[in-house]
């Protein structure tokens, strides 16, 4: 497997949100699923009961981590701000991972999900990897190979639980997309966070790296590129048939995506394959977020 190290398919990754919220629109139609979404009541965090912090849409912050500085960067639109302070309501939260090489102030400034935070009220953390051995070369990105002792799982752990202390947050709301290797990391996130993670939305990346088994059904959306140089289309297939098996779902309709239902505890594995490389693609971003919308974590044990 491989991922991409140069920074080009960033001009792609944050095309028109127009598209983005046209193919949004389209796809709340298709999936049919928001009333039951509606069903599933806030779990507010401990922060809703705290302090609030300001808005920004471009909050630099950085969390220790086994002694070692980690950074991230928090993009808190106004909408997300309570109205009336005295009465917090609880927002979703997106963890955005970058690719191999990348940063997350690369991601943030060109990332479709900043027009859709500022839309729908929900708070977006891109956090920065640390140097991992890829394609022959260090650079920051996340471990995938493994569980046990994995230094990137922890950050994302304990920094979830930071947000969860600091901000109002929906915890039965809470999503991760990664772009190629962070991509990798989303999925490691569904298979051993899925307590805590409601969905994920892997884009341009690959099959599960280790072997898992969630103790609920995942609810997945992937996009991946026919014509992708890095990481062939058919490693996106093994990804889609491996959640399709951990999920359970016995049901496949297409709409231009393909939609695997039926699922264990209501979840639903899509899968969207297309013309294109290794780039984030136009539509993805608009389609991924209805997706997590219509996908809460289901209330209590699964």
């Known amino acids: 497997m491989g991922w991409s190290g140069n920074n080009d398919h960033m001009t792609v990754y944050g095309e028109r949100a127009g598209l983005a919220l046209a193919a949004a629109a389209v796809f709340l139609c298709v999936c049919g699923t928001a009333a039951r979404a509606a069903d599933v009541p806030a779990r507010p965090s401990a922060g809703c009961e705290a302090a609030h912090e300001d808005t ?10 086994d002694g070692v500085t980690r950074s991230f960067i928090l993009d808190v639109p106004e909408q997300a701000k309570p109205k009336v302070p005295a009465v917090p309501v609880p927002v979703p939260l997106l963890f955005d991972f970058h690719g ?7 991601v943030w400034k060109v990332s479709g999900f900043r027009e859709l935070a500022g839309r729908d009220g929900f708070i977006t953390v891109y956090p920065d990897g640390l140097p991992v051995h890829l394609l022959g070369r260090d650079a920051p990105g996340w471990e995938i190979f493994t569980i046990s002792g ?21 915890r039965a709301r809470v999503f991760a997309t990664g772009f190629s290797n962070g991509a990798f990391f989303s999925n490691l996130l569904g298979c051993v966070m899925a307590d805590r993670f409601a969905a994920i939305a892997p884009v341009s990346g690959g099959g599960i790296t280790v072997a898992c088994a969630p103790p609920r059904g995942v609810p997945v959306i992937i ?41 264990r505890d209501g979840a639903e594995v899509a899968y969207c394959e297309a013309d294109g490389a290794h780039r984030w693609p136009a539509q993805a971003t608009g389609r991924i977020w209805e997706f997590f919308r219509t996908h809460p974590l289901p209330k209590g044990p699964p």
């Open 223 to 263: 996009h991946h590129g026919r014509q992708d140089e890095l990481i062939d289309v058919r490693q996106a297939r093994l990804e889609r048939d491996a959640w399709i098996e951990k999920d359970g779902c016995r049901e496949h309709v297409s709409d231009g995506c393909e939609w695997h239902r039926g699922c």
């Open 56 to 65: 920004g849409r471009e909050i630099h912050r950085t969390i220790e981590i």
């Open 150 to 170: 994995n230094r990137d799982l922890t950050f994302t752990a304990q920094l979830l639980d930071q947000l969860e202390r600091t901000y109002c947050i929906d």
């Open 100 to 106: 191999f090489g990348h940063s997350a102030a690369g």
